[in-house]
């Protein structure tokens, strides 16, 4: 049979060269996304600073709450503490410990603002740095790479601008600055920690035994040799490793899913369209166990090929998608790209199985069925589907229907995506396994209206796709797939954006902000406060935090969101409406809650809690006051000072303003912003794009994956409907023979190609709209999804133009031909 299966390959191209293009699509989205995991996983960062160590030592970044599983990362480098040093030191085999300061330096000159990092000078000896000419600093000095030696260099610290000497020149990567290492330690305000720390080894000593005995210290911190001694260089590295995993992993199954999906229902396609063929075969005496053979055969031989070549553009997608994330602050542009035999077998395996499973229920029901009963069924087709599929139809709808539910009364905020993103698939997955029910349901629907707007055509077109609403199901379940995914994850962004935007700009006060990426120090806080009409001024910190105790802290392992402002009166910047207690004691330890949160805690205005800040510091937290927050969007609010004391480059980088009314602050704000270097004045609104950041790059990367999906859905749609027409060459030929003319024939397909558009527009708008409804309920105050309305209507002229385009080309080249010249069916 496989002499067979490749003797009907050279007979029946048009069928399998549409599954042969599903697997390559499909093979390379898969294998992008599992090099897009692997790269999260591994991590690959080439150390440079730290390159001579051989091990570096850091805290660790990540936190394990009480009754939690899973470790929660932490987004501030943790650091190690300054103790720690003599007991390394101690360790058998380390012939050197040096502790490595790091805090931000930025150098001002001619050119404006140069971003760099100021670094003790004992740091050099675990870098490529050597001096050029100089010496090494000494209190008041500074060495650096492209600086003449007894010149003066400017540095911003703290917002502060310093002025300092340049003892040395040296060669190395740019961007970092060198202080003497007692002035480097009052600089960076920690005496008390290293950002981390290097080990020198013995010359003959293991290192990895260096390493276990380092480990065995039980100190709490993180050991790094090879090529993971570039993670202590890069922090930020560690969180946007989960992003990256989390985005291929969620990306990557719903792709997986997809791909398999748009594959199986190609070969049962190709399949149903050849049951006269099979038919024959049966009637002539081959049994049942040989067609089946066959028909898993002519899958190997196609899937196979297509695997291959599809692993050629795999590659190079994975590539483009890392090098996209990474310029979008998803992924760390500065880990290496990994795409190894693992992505590859995941990809060959997910397509070689789908082509497989789809080939082996083709091939049941083509052996089971009786050779008479097979060629009535393949002349037209009535059965609308089998008991399993019927099973699991209801399954995916079933599911479908569950995490709706959830979605609608136990999920809020951003979480919401978390059950409405799957249950997309389970109601497209659900209505498309029922393709047949919904076809003739919606069908029942759009019939009448097309008929009272087209003459005899258009009835002919009616009455033809209604006797073969079993086979039009084929063409219109594609299509509802593209609108319904589209429409789906498209409108979920816009109206997640929205929610935030609208959430956090419902208690802004603040009229002006005052920005600056080398940080402002408390003078210009102070100064802005004095400027003629600003009532209040505050300064405006973010990071994020966990709640260990009490435990029941409602948010999710990723931990809450943190905002840093200055004690205030009922008339300051900060973001919040106070329901109880009040700002003005917000000083030290303190810290407002949410209502919902104090709540669910039953903590009010005088308790206590017990939370993890950004830096893994423990610090228990007097509640002074509560305030209302939209559900879903709730942030903790604590001292400023406090906050950034705990970030990676301890900064406060936003200053709020809020004026009287009626004042014009923004010439006084000027005046200031330029007496101070690298301040700016900015709107409210950069101050709510700043916010609605996070969500806009989330967006960015769901429209970009969910574009890859559509196009690939598209290619399905193509497939199908192009596969459907061509199979209809003798019946077009009838029509011809019967008297009708080209035009005729055409005006038919295209009142059809109408009715296959409306039908799965109708189906995906009401797939996306049951995901939709309950989403926007979860994350806003509406039911309602928000966006732009070109959204849907580029959607809706796509899937028209694809479904027109599919099916009006083939058609006008099938009939080109003479409808008395020979044809086979494909």
Known sequence: MMRLAVRTLRFRKGGFIATFVAVVFGTAIVMACGGLMETGIRSNVEPTRLAAASLVVTGNQSHLRPGQEDATALPERVGVPADMVEKLRSVQGVSKVIGDITFPASVLGGHGLTVAEGHNWSSTELAPYTLTSGHAPRAGQVAMAGAKVGSQATLLIGGDPKTFTVSGSVAGPPGHVFFADREAAELSGNTTRFADVGVLVAPGTSIDAVKD??????????????????????????????????????????????????????????????????????????????????????????????????????????????????????????????????????????????????????????????????????????????????????????????????????????????????????????????????????????RWPIQLLTRVNGRLAIRN?????????????????????????????????????????????????????????????????????????????????????????????????????????????????????????LSGSTVALPDYVAGKMDRGVGSTI???????????????????????????????????????????????????????????????????????VADRDSLVAANAEDLQTQAWVNYMLVGMLIAYTAVSVVNTLVSTTLRRRREFALQRLTGSTRGQVLRMLWTESTLVTLAGVTL???????????????????????????????????????????????????????????????
Request: some cysteine; aromatic content about 6%.
């Open 213 to 446: 005995r380092i480990e065995g210290l039980g100190t709490g911190v993180a050991v790094r040799t090879g090529i993971d001694r570039g993670l202590a260089e890069q922090p930020g590295v560690e969180s946007h490793r989960t992003a990256l995993i989390s985005i291929a992993g969620s990306f990557g199954g719903i792709a997986a899913m997809t791909m398999m999906f748009v594959v199986a229902s190609t070969l049962a396609l190709s399949a149903q369209h050849r049951e006269r063929e099979f038919a024959l075969l049966r009637g002539i005496g081959t049994t049942p166990g040989q067609v089946r053979r066959m028909i898993l055969g002519e899958a190997m031989l196609v899937s196979i090929p297509a695997v291959a070549v599809g692993a050629v553009p795999g590659t190079f997608l994975g590539r483009f998608l890392f090098d996209q994330l990474g310029s979008h602050g998803v992924a760390s542009p500065v880990v290496a790209f990994s795409q190894g035999l693992i992505p590859f077998a995941a990809g060959a395996g997910a397509a070689v199985l789908a082509a497989i499973g789809a080939a082996l229920i083709a091939a049941r029901k083509s052996a089971k069925i009786r050779p008479v009963e097979a060629l009535m069924e393949a002349s037209l087709q009535r059965k609308w589907f089998g008991w399993v599929r019927l099973f699991f139809g209801l399954a995916f709808l079933g599911g479908g229907l569950a995490l709706l539910i959830v979605t609608a009364t136990v999920m809020t905020g951003a979480l919401a995506g978390a059950t409405a993103g799957p249950s997309v698939l389970c109601w497209a997955i659900g209505v498309a396994l029922l393709g047949p029910f919904w076809t003739k349901a919606v069908l029942v629907i759009w």
């Open 465 to 585: 796709v209604t006797a073969r609403s079993v086979a039009m199901s084929a063409a219109v379940m594609p299509v509802m797939l593209a609108v319904g995914i589209s429409t789906a994850n498209l409108y979920m962004q816009t109206t997640q954006v929205s929610a935030a935007s609208k959430a956090f700009t419902r208690d802004l006060r603040a009229d002006a902000v005052l920005v600056s990426d080398a940080g402002l120090s408390p003078t210009v806080l102070d100064q802005a406060r004095e400027v003629p009409g600003v009532t209040s001024a505050s300064a405006f910190v973010r990071s994020m935090g966990t709640i260990d105790e009490p435990r029941n802290a409602p948010f999710d392992e990723d931990g809450a969101p943190v905002i840093g402002v200055d004690a205030q009166g009922k008339d300051g910047t900060a973001p919040v409406r106070l329901t109880h207690g009040s700002l003005t004691d």
């Open 610 to 680: 017990t939370m993890t800040l950004g830096d893994g510091t423990s610090v228990d937290l007097k509640v002074v006051a509560t305030f209302a927050a939209e559900r879903g969007y709730e942030s903790l609010i604590l001292p400023a000072s406090l906050v950034a004391a705990h970030t990676t480059d301890g900064l406060t980088k936003q200053i709020l303003i809020r004026s009287a009314p009626g004042a014009d602050v923004r010439p006084g704000l000027a005046k200031l912003a330029a007496a101070h270097p690298g301040v700016q």
């Open 764 to 826: 995906g708008t009401l797939v996306a709209l049951a995901c939709l409804v309950p989403f926007s309920g979860a994350v806003s105050t509406s039911s309602m999804p928000t966006g732009p309305l070109w959204i849907y209507l580029v959607i809706v002229a796509a899937a028209a133009l694809l479904t027109f385009g599919s099916t009006l080309v083939p058609a006008t080249t099938t009939l080109r031909h003479s409808p008395t010249q020979p044809t086979h069916s494909d």
